[in-house]
């Protein structure tokens, strides 16, 4: 695989160096350690994210106003390290306590667990919230196991906001399960990423097949067909994701068609214009519809669709602006 | 040989550091089938960090060297294997008297420790298709022999761990990524385990390449 890189072993650090030139009014790098905060931290309770490098904008670049305070990075698709974590995090975090939200991967969930440890001989509480919004990663009986993917766009939104309005870390930390608990995802690849330095993609789909719920690590998904155009792709999804959420007629929902990072604009926007006339059609109430490749995985080709069932409060906290480069919100128009 | 002091301790685990950074592409190879591909980078990472921390540096107890290759091993790597591994080396140490010589009786008892720490960090019992596989056989049979020669002890525990690996073919995977293929990682071996059978397979090599040197 062609990349423009130095050594592989050094493009989450490099990545994350050239990222910070662009950006230094706002953001710095956390000392020592693969972490990036935003230059003056809120007095308010702190939300740091983390994750394997090489799922940009996501982790590395989440973090802005009303988002993330910081975020914690690992080596490509490996999450970050104890130590990293807690740099990270010591280095926002104000006396009012920590919310830690990340995708639900065994890494992940030791290396932040043993970070939550040692925060507690700092003295800095913690909570933490672990999104599993991909449906077709467990059944629901093990919702727990579930991988996080897509939907750690839609609970980070909702935290950002939530600990930015000045809700305790009990408060924030509820908030933001509700949102995770009304996250759901699912997605198709067409083709497998690749760890940089590698010669081969991590996994591979023989020409002309399409594997949907495949996870964005090559974790193999639940049904692998011929490829399909667009509008009965979108359709598959949707119906699975309606038939797992049990999100209904009456609901009102946010999307995000998230591209996994060789996919065009254009076939998100495809994907898109099928799903807003498809819910409606449903007498479900579409409140905010976003397209993007926020969460991606190097070359990999396919997208997810994500639902977020809102009810009022959710709605309150997605509605307020947020900034980051890769993401922003403004405040939404009177309709 | 029947002990083990620091300075051999630390020559072993540079040894053991150069075979596993070697293996990288057949780990890779292995983790590919069910995993995403990463252990033998995590691996490399993990165990060049080991050496770099290793070189630089003279340790005066077995108990500072297993400390520090852990913590080379956790701040470098990442992922559950950092964790895992980490651990592995480390976990055997806690609460054990300093010493700057081991015998083969003290040494599984630390290994013993060890997998009791790794179990109870990352939840994994045998059957799940983890390197818990390899490493509990492995530290068995390091319990059950009452020889006290180094050569040997790890020759056994490497064959313990390799049938360990192959029985990792026949298990679903319970934990980690491979987790989601279910009944469909049953077939193949799971890169923890394989990564623990290189690691005894290469002390057990350095103590008869150093017998054979002294004989």
């Not at chain 1, 995090?89 to 306590?97: A, D, I, L």
């Not at chain 1, 925060?119 to 579930?146: G, Q, Y």
């Not at chain 1, 000045?166 to 067409?190: H, I």
């Not at chain 2, 015998?103 to 008892?109: H, L, N, V, W």
Request: aromatic content about 8%.
């Amino acid at each position: 695989m062609k990349k423009i890189i130095n050594q592989p072993a050094a493009v989450p650090e490099e990545t994350i160096e050239g990222f910070i030139r662009a950006y230094a009014d706002d953001f710095e790098k956390v000392e020592g350690v693969k972490g990036i905060r935003v230059r003056t931290p809120k007095d308010k309770v702190a939300l740091v994210i983390g994750g394997g490098s090489g799922h940009e904008p996501m982790f590395a670049m989440f973090v802005g106003e009303n988002l993330a305070d910081a975020s914690a990075n690992g080596n490509i698709f490996a999450s970050p390290d104890p130590n990293t974590i807690v740099q990270t995090v010591r280095s926002v975090e104000r006396g009012k306590g920590v919310l830690l939200i990340y995708g639900n991967y065994a890494g992940d969930n030791l290396n932040f667990d043993m970070a939550a440890e040692i925060l507690e001989d700092f003295e800095i509480e913690s909570r933490t919230v672990r999104v599993w919004d991909d449906v077709a990663s467990a059944p629901k009986e093990r919702i727990t196991d579930r991988r996080g993917i897509a939907g750690d766009v839609f609970v980070l939104k909702i935290a950002g906001a939530a600990t930015a309005a000045g809700l305790s870390l009990e408060e924030a930390y509820r908030v933001a399960v509700k949102a995770r608990d009304n996250t759901f995802s699912l997605g198709v690849a067409l083709s497998g990423g690749t760890i940089p330095g590698e010669e081969h993609p991590a996994f591979t789909l023989p020409d002309g097949e399409i594997e949907f719920g495949m996870g964005v690590h090559g974790e193999p998904g639940v049904k692998r067909m011929k490829l399909i155009p667009a509008d009965q792709t979108t359709d598959f999804l949707l119906e699975k994701l309606l038939e797992d959420s049990g999100i209904h007629r009456g609901d009102s929902v946010c999307t995000l068609v998230n591209g996994l990072g060789s996919t065009t604009l254009s076939e998100l926007c495809i994907i898109n214009r099928r799903l807003a006339p498809l819910l409606e059609s449903r007498g479900i109430g579409i409140h905010d519809m976003e397209i993007g490749s926020y969460i991606t995985c190097q070359e990999m080709a396919g997208a997810s669709i994500t639902l977020l069932r809102l009810d009022e409060e959710l709605q309150k906290y997605y509605d307020m602006p947020c900034w980051s480069p890769y993401y922003q919100k403004r405040a939404k128009k009177a309709k | 040989m029947k002990t083990i002091c620091t300075e051999e301790m630390k020559a072993m685990l540079l040894f053991i550091a150069d075979r596993v950074m070697e293996s990288k592409p057949m780990l890779t190879e292995v983790d590919s089938r069910i995993g995403d591909g990463d252990h033998g980078i995590g691996m490399e990472t993990g165990f060049r960090a080991v050496k770099e921390v290793l070189s630089g540096e003279d340790f005066d107890t077995v108990n500072q060297l297993f400390r520090q290759t852990g913590i080379a091993m956790l701040n470098s790597m990442g992922g559950a294997s950092g964790v895992v591994f980490s651990t592995m080396f480390m976990g055997g140490v806690k609460g054990m008297q300093d010493t700057s010589q081991i015998d083969t009786q003290a040494f599984a008892d630390m290994m013993s420790r060890s997998l009791e720490a790794v179990q109870k960090r990352g939840g994994a019992r045998r059957g799940d298709k983890t390197m818990v596989d390899a490493l509990e056989p492995a530290c068995a049979a390091m319990s059950e022999y009452q020889g006290g020669d180094f050569g040997e002890i790890f020759c056994r525990a490497a064959e313990a761990a390799q049938k360990g690996v192959e029985e990792t073919k026949r298990y679903a995977a319970k934990f980690g990524r491979a987790k989601s293929l279910m009944e469909r990682s049953i077939g193949y071996q799971d890169a923890g385990a394989t990564s623990v059978w290189i690691i005894f397979r290469a002390a057990a090599d350095w103590c008869l390449k150093k017998e054979a040197e002294e004989a």
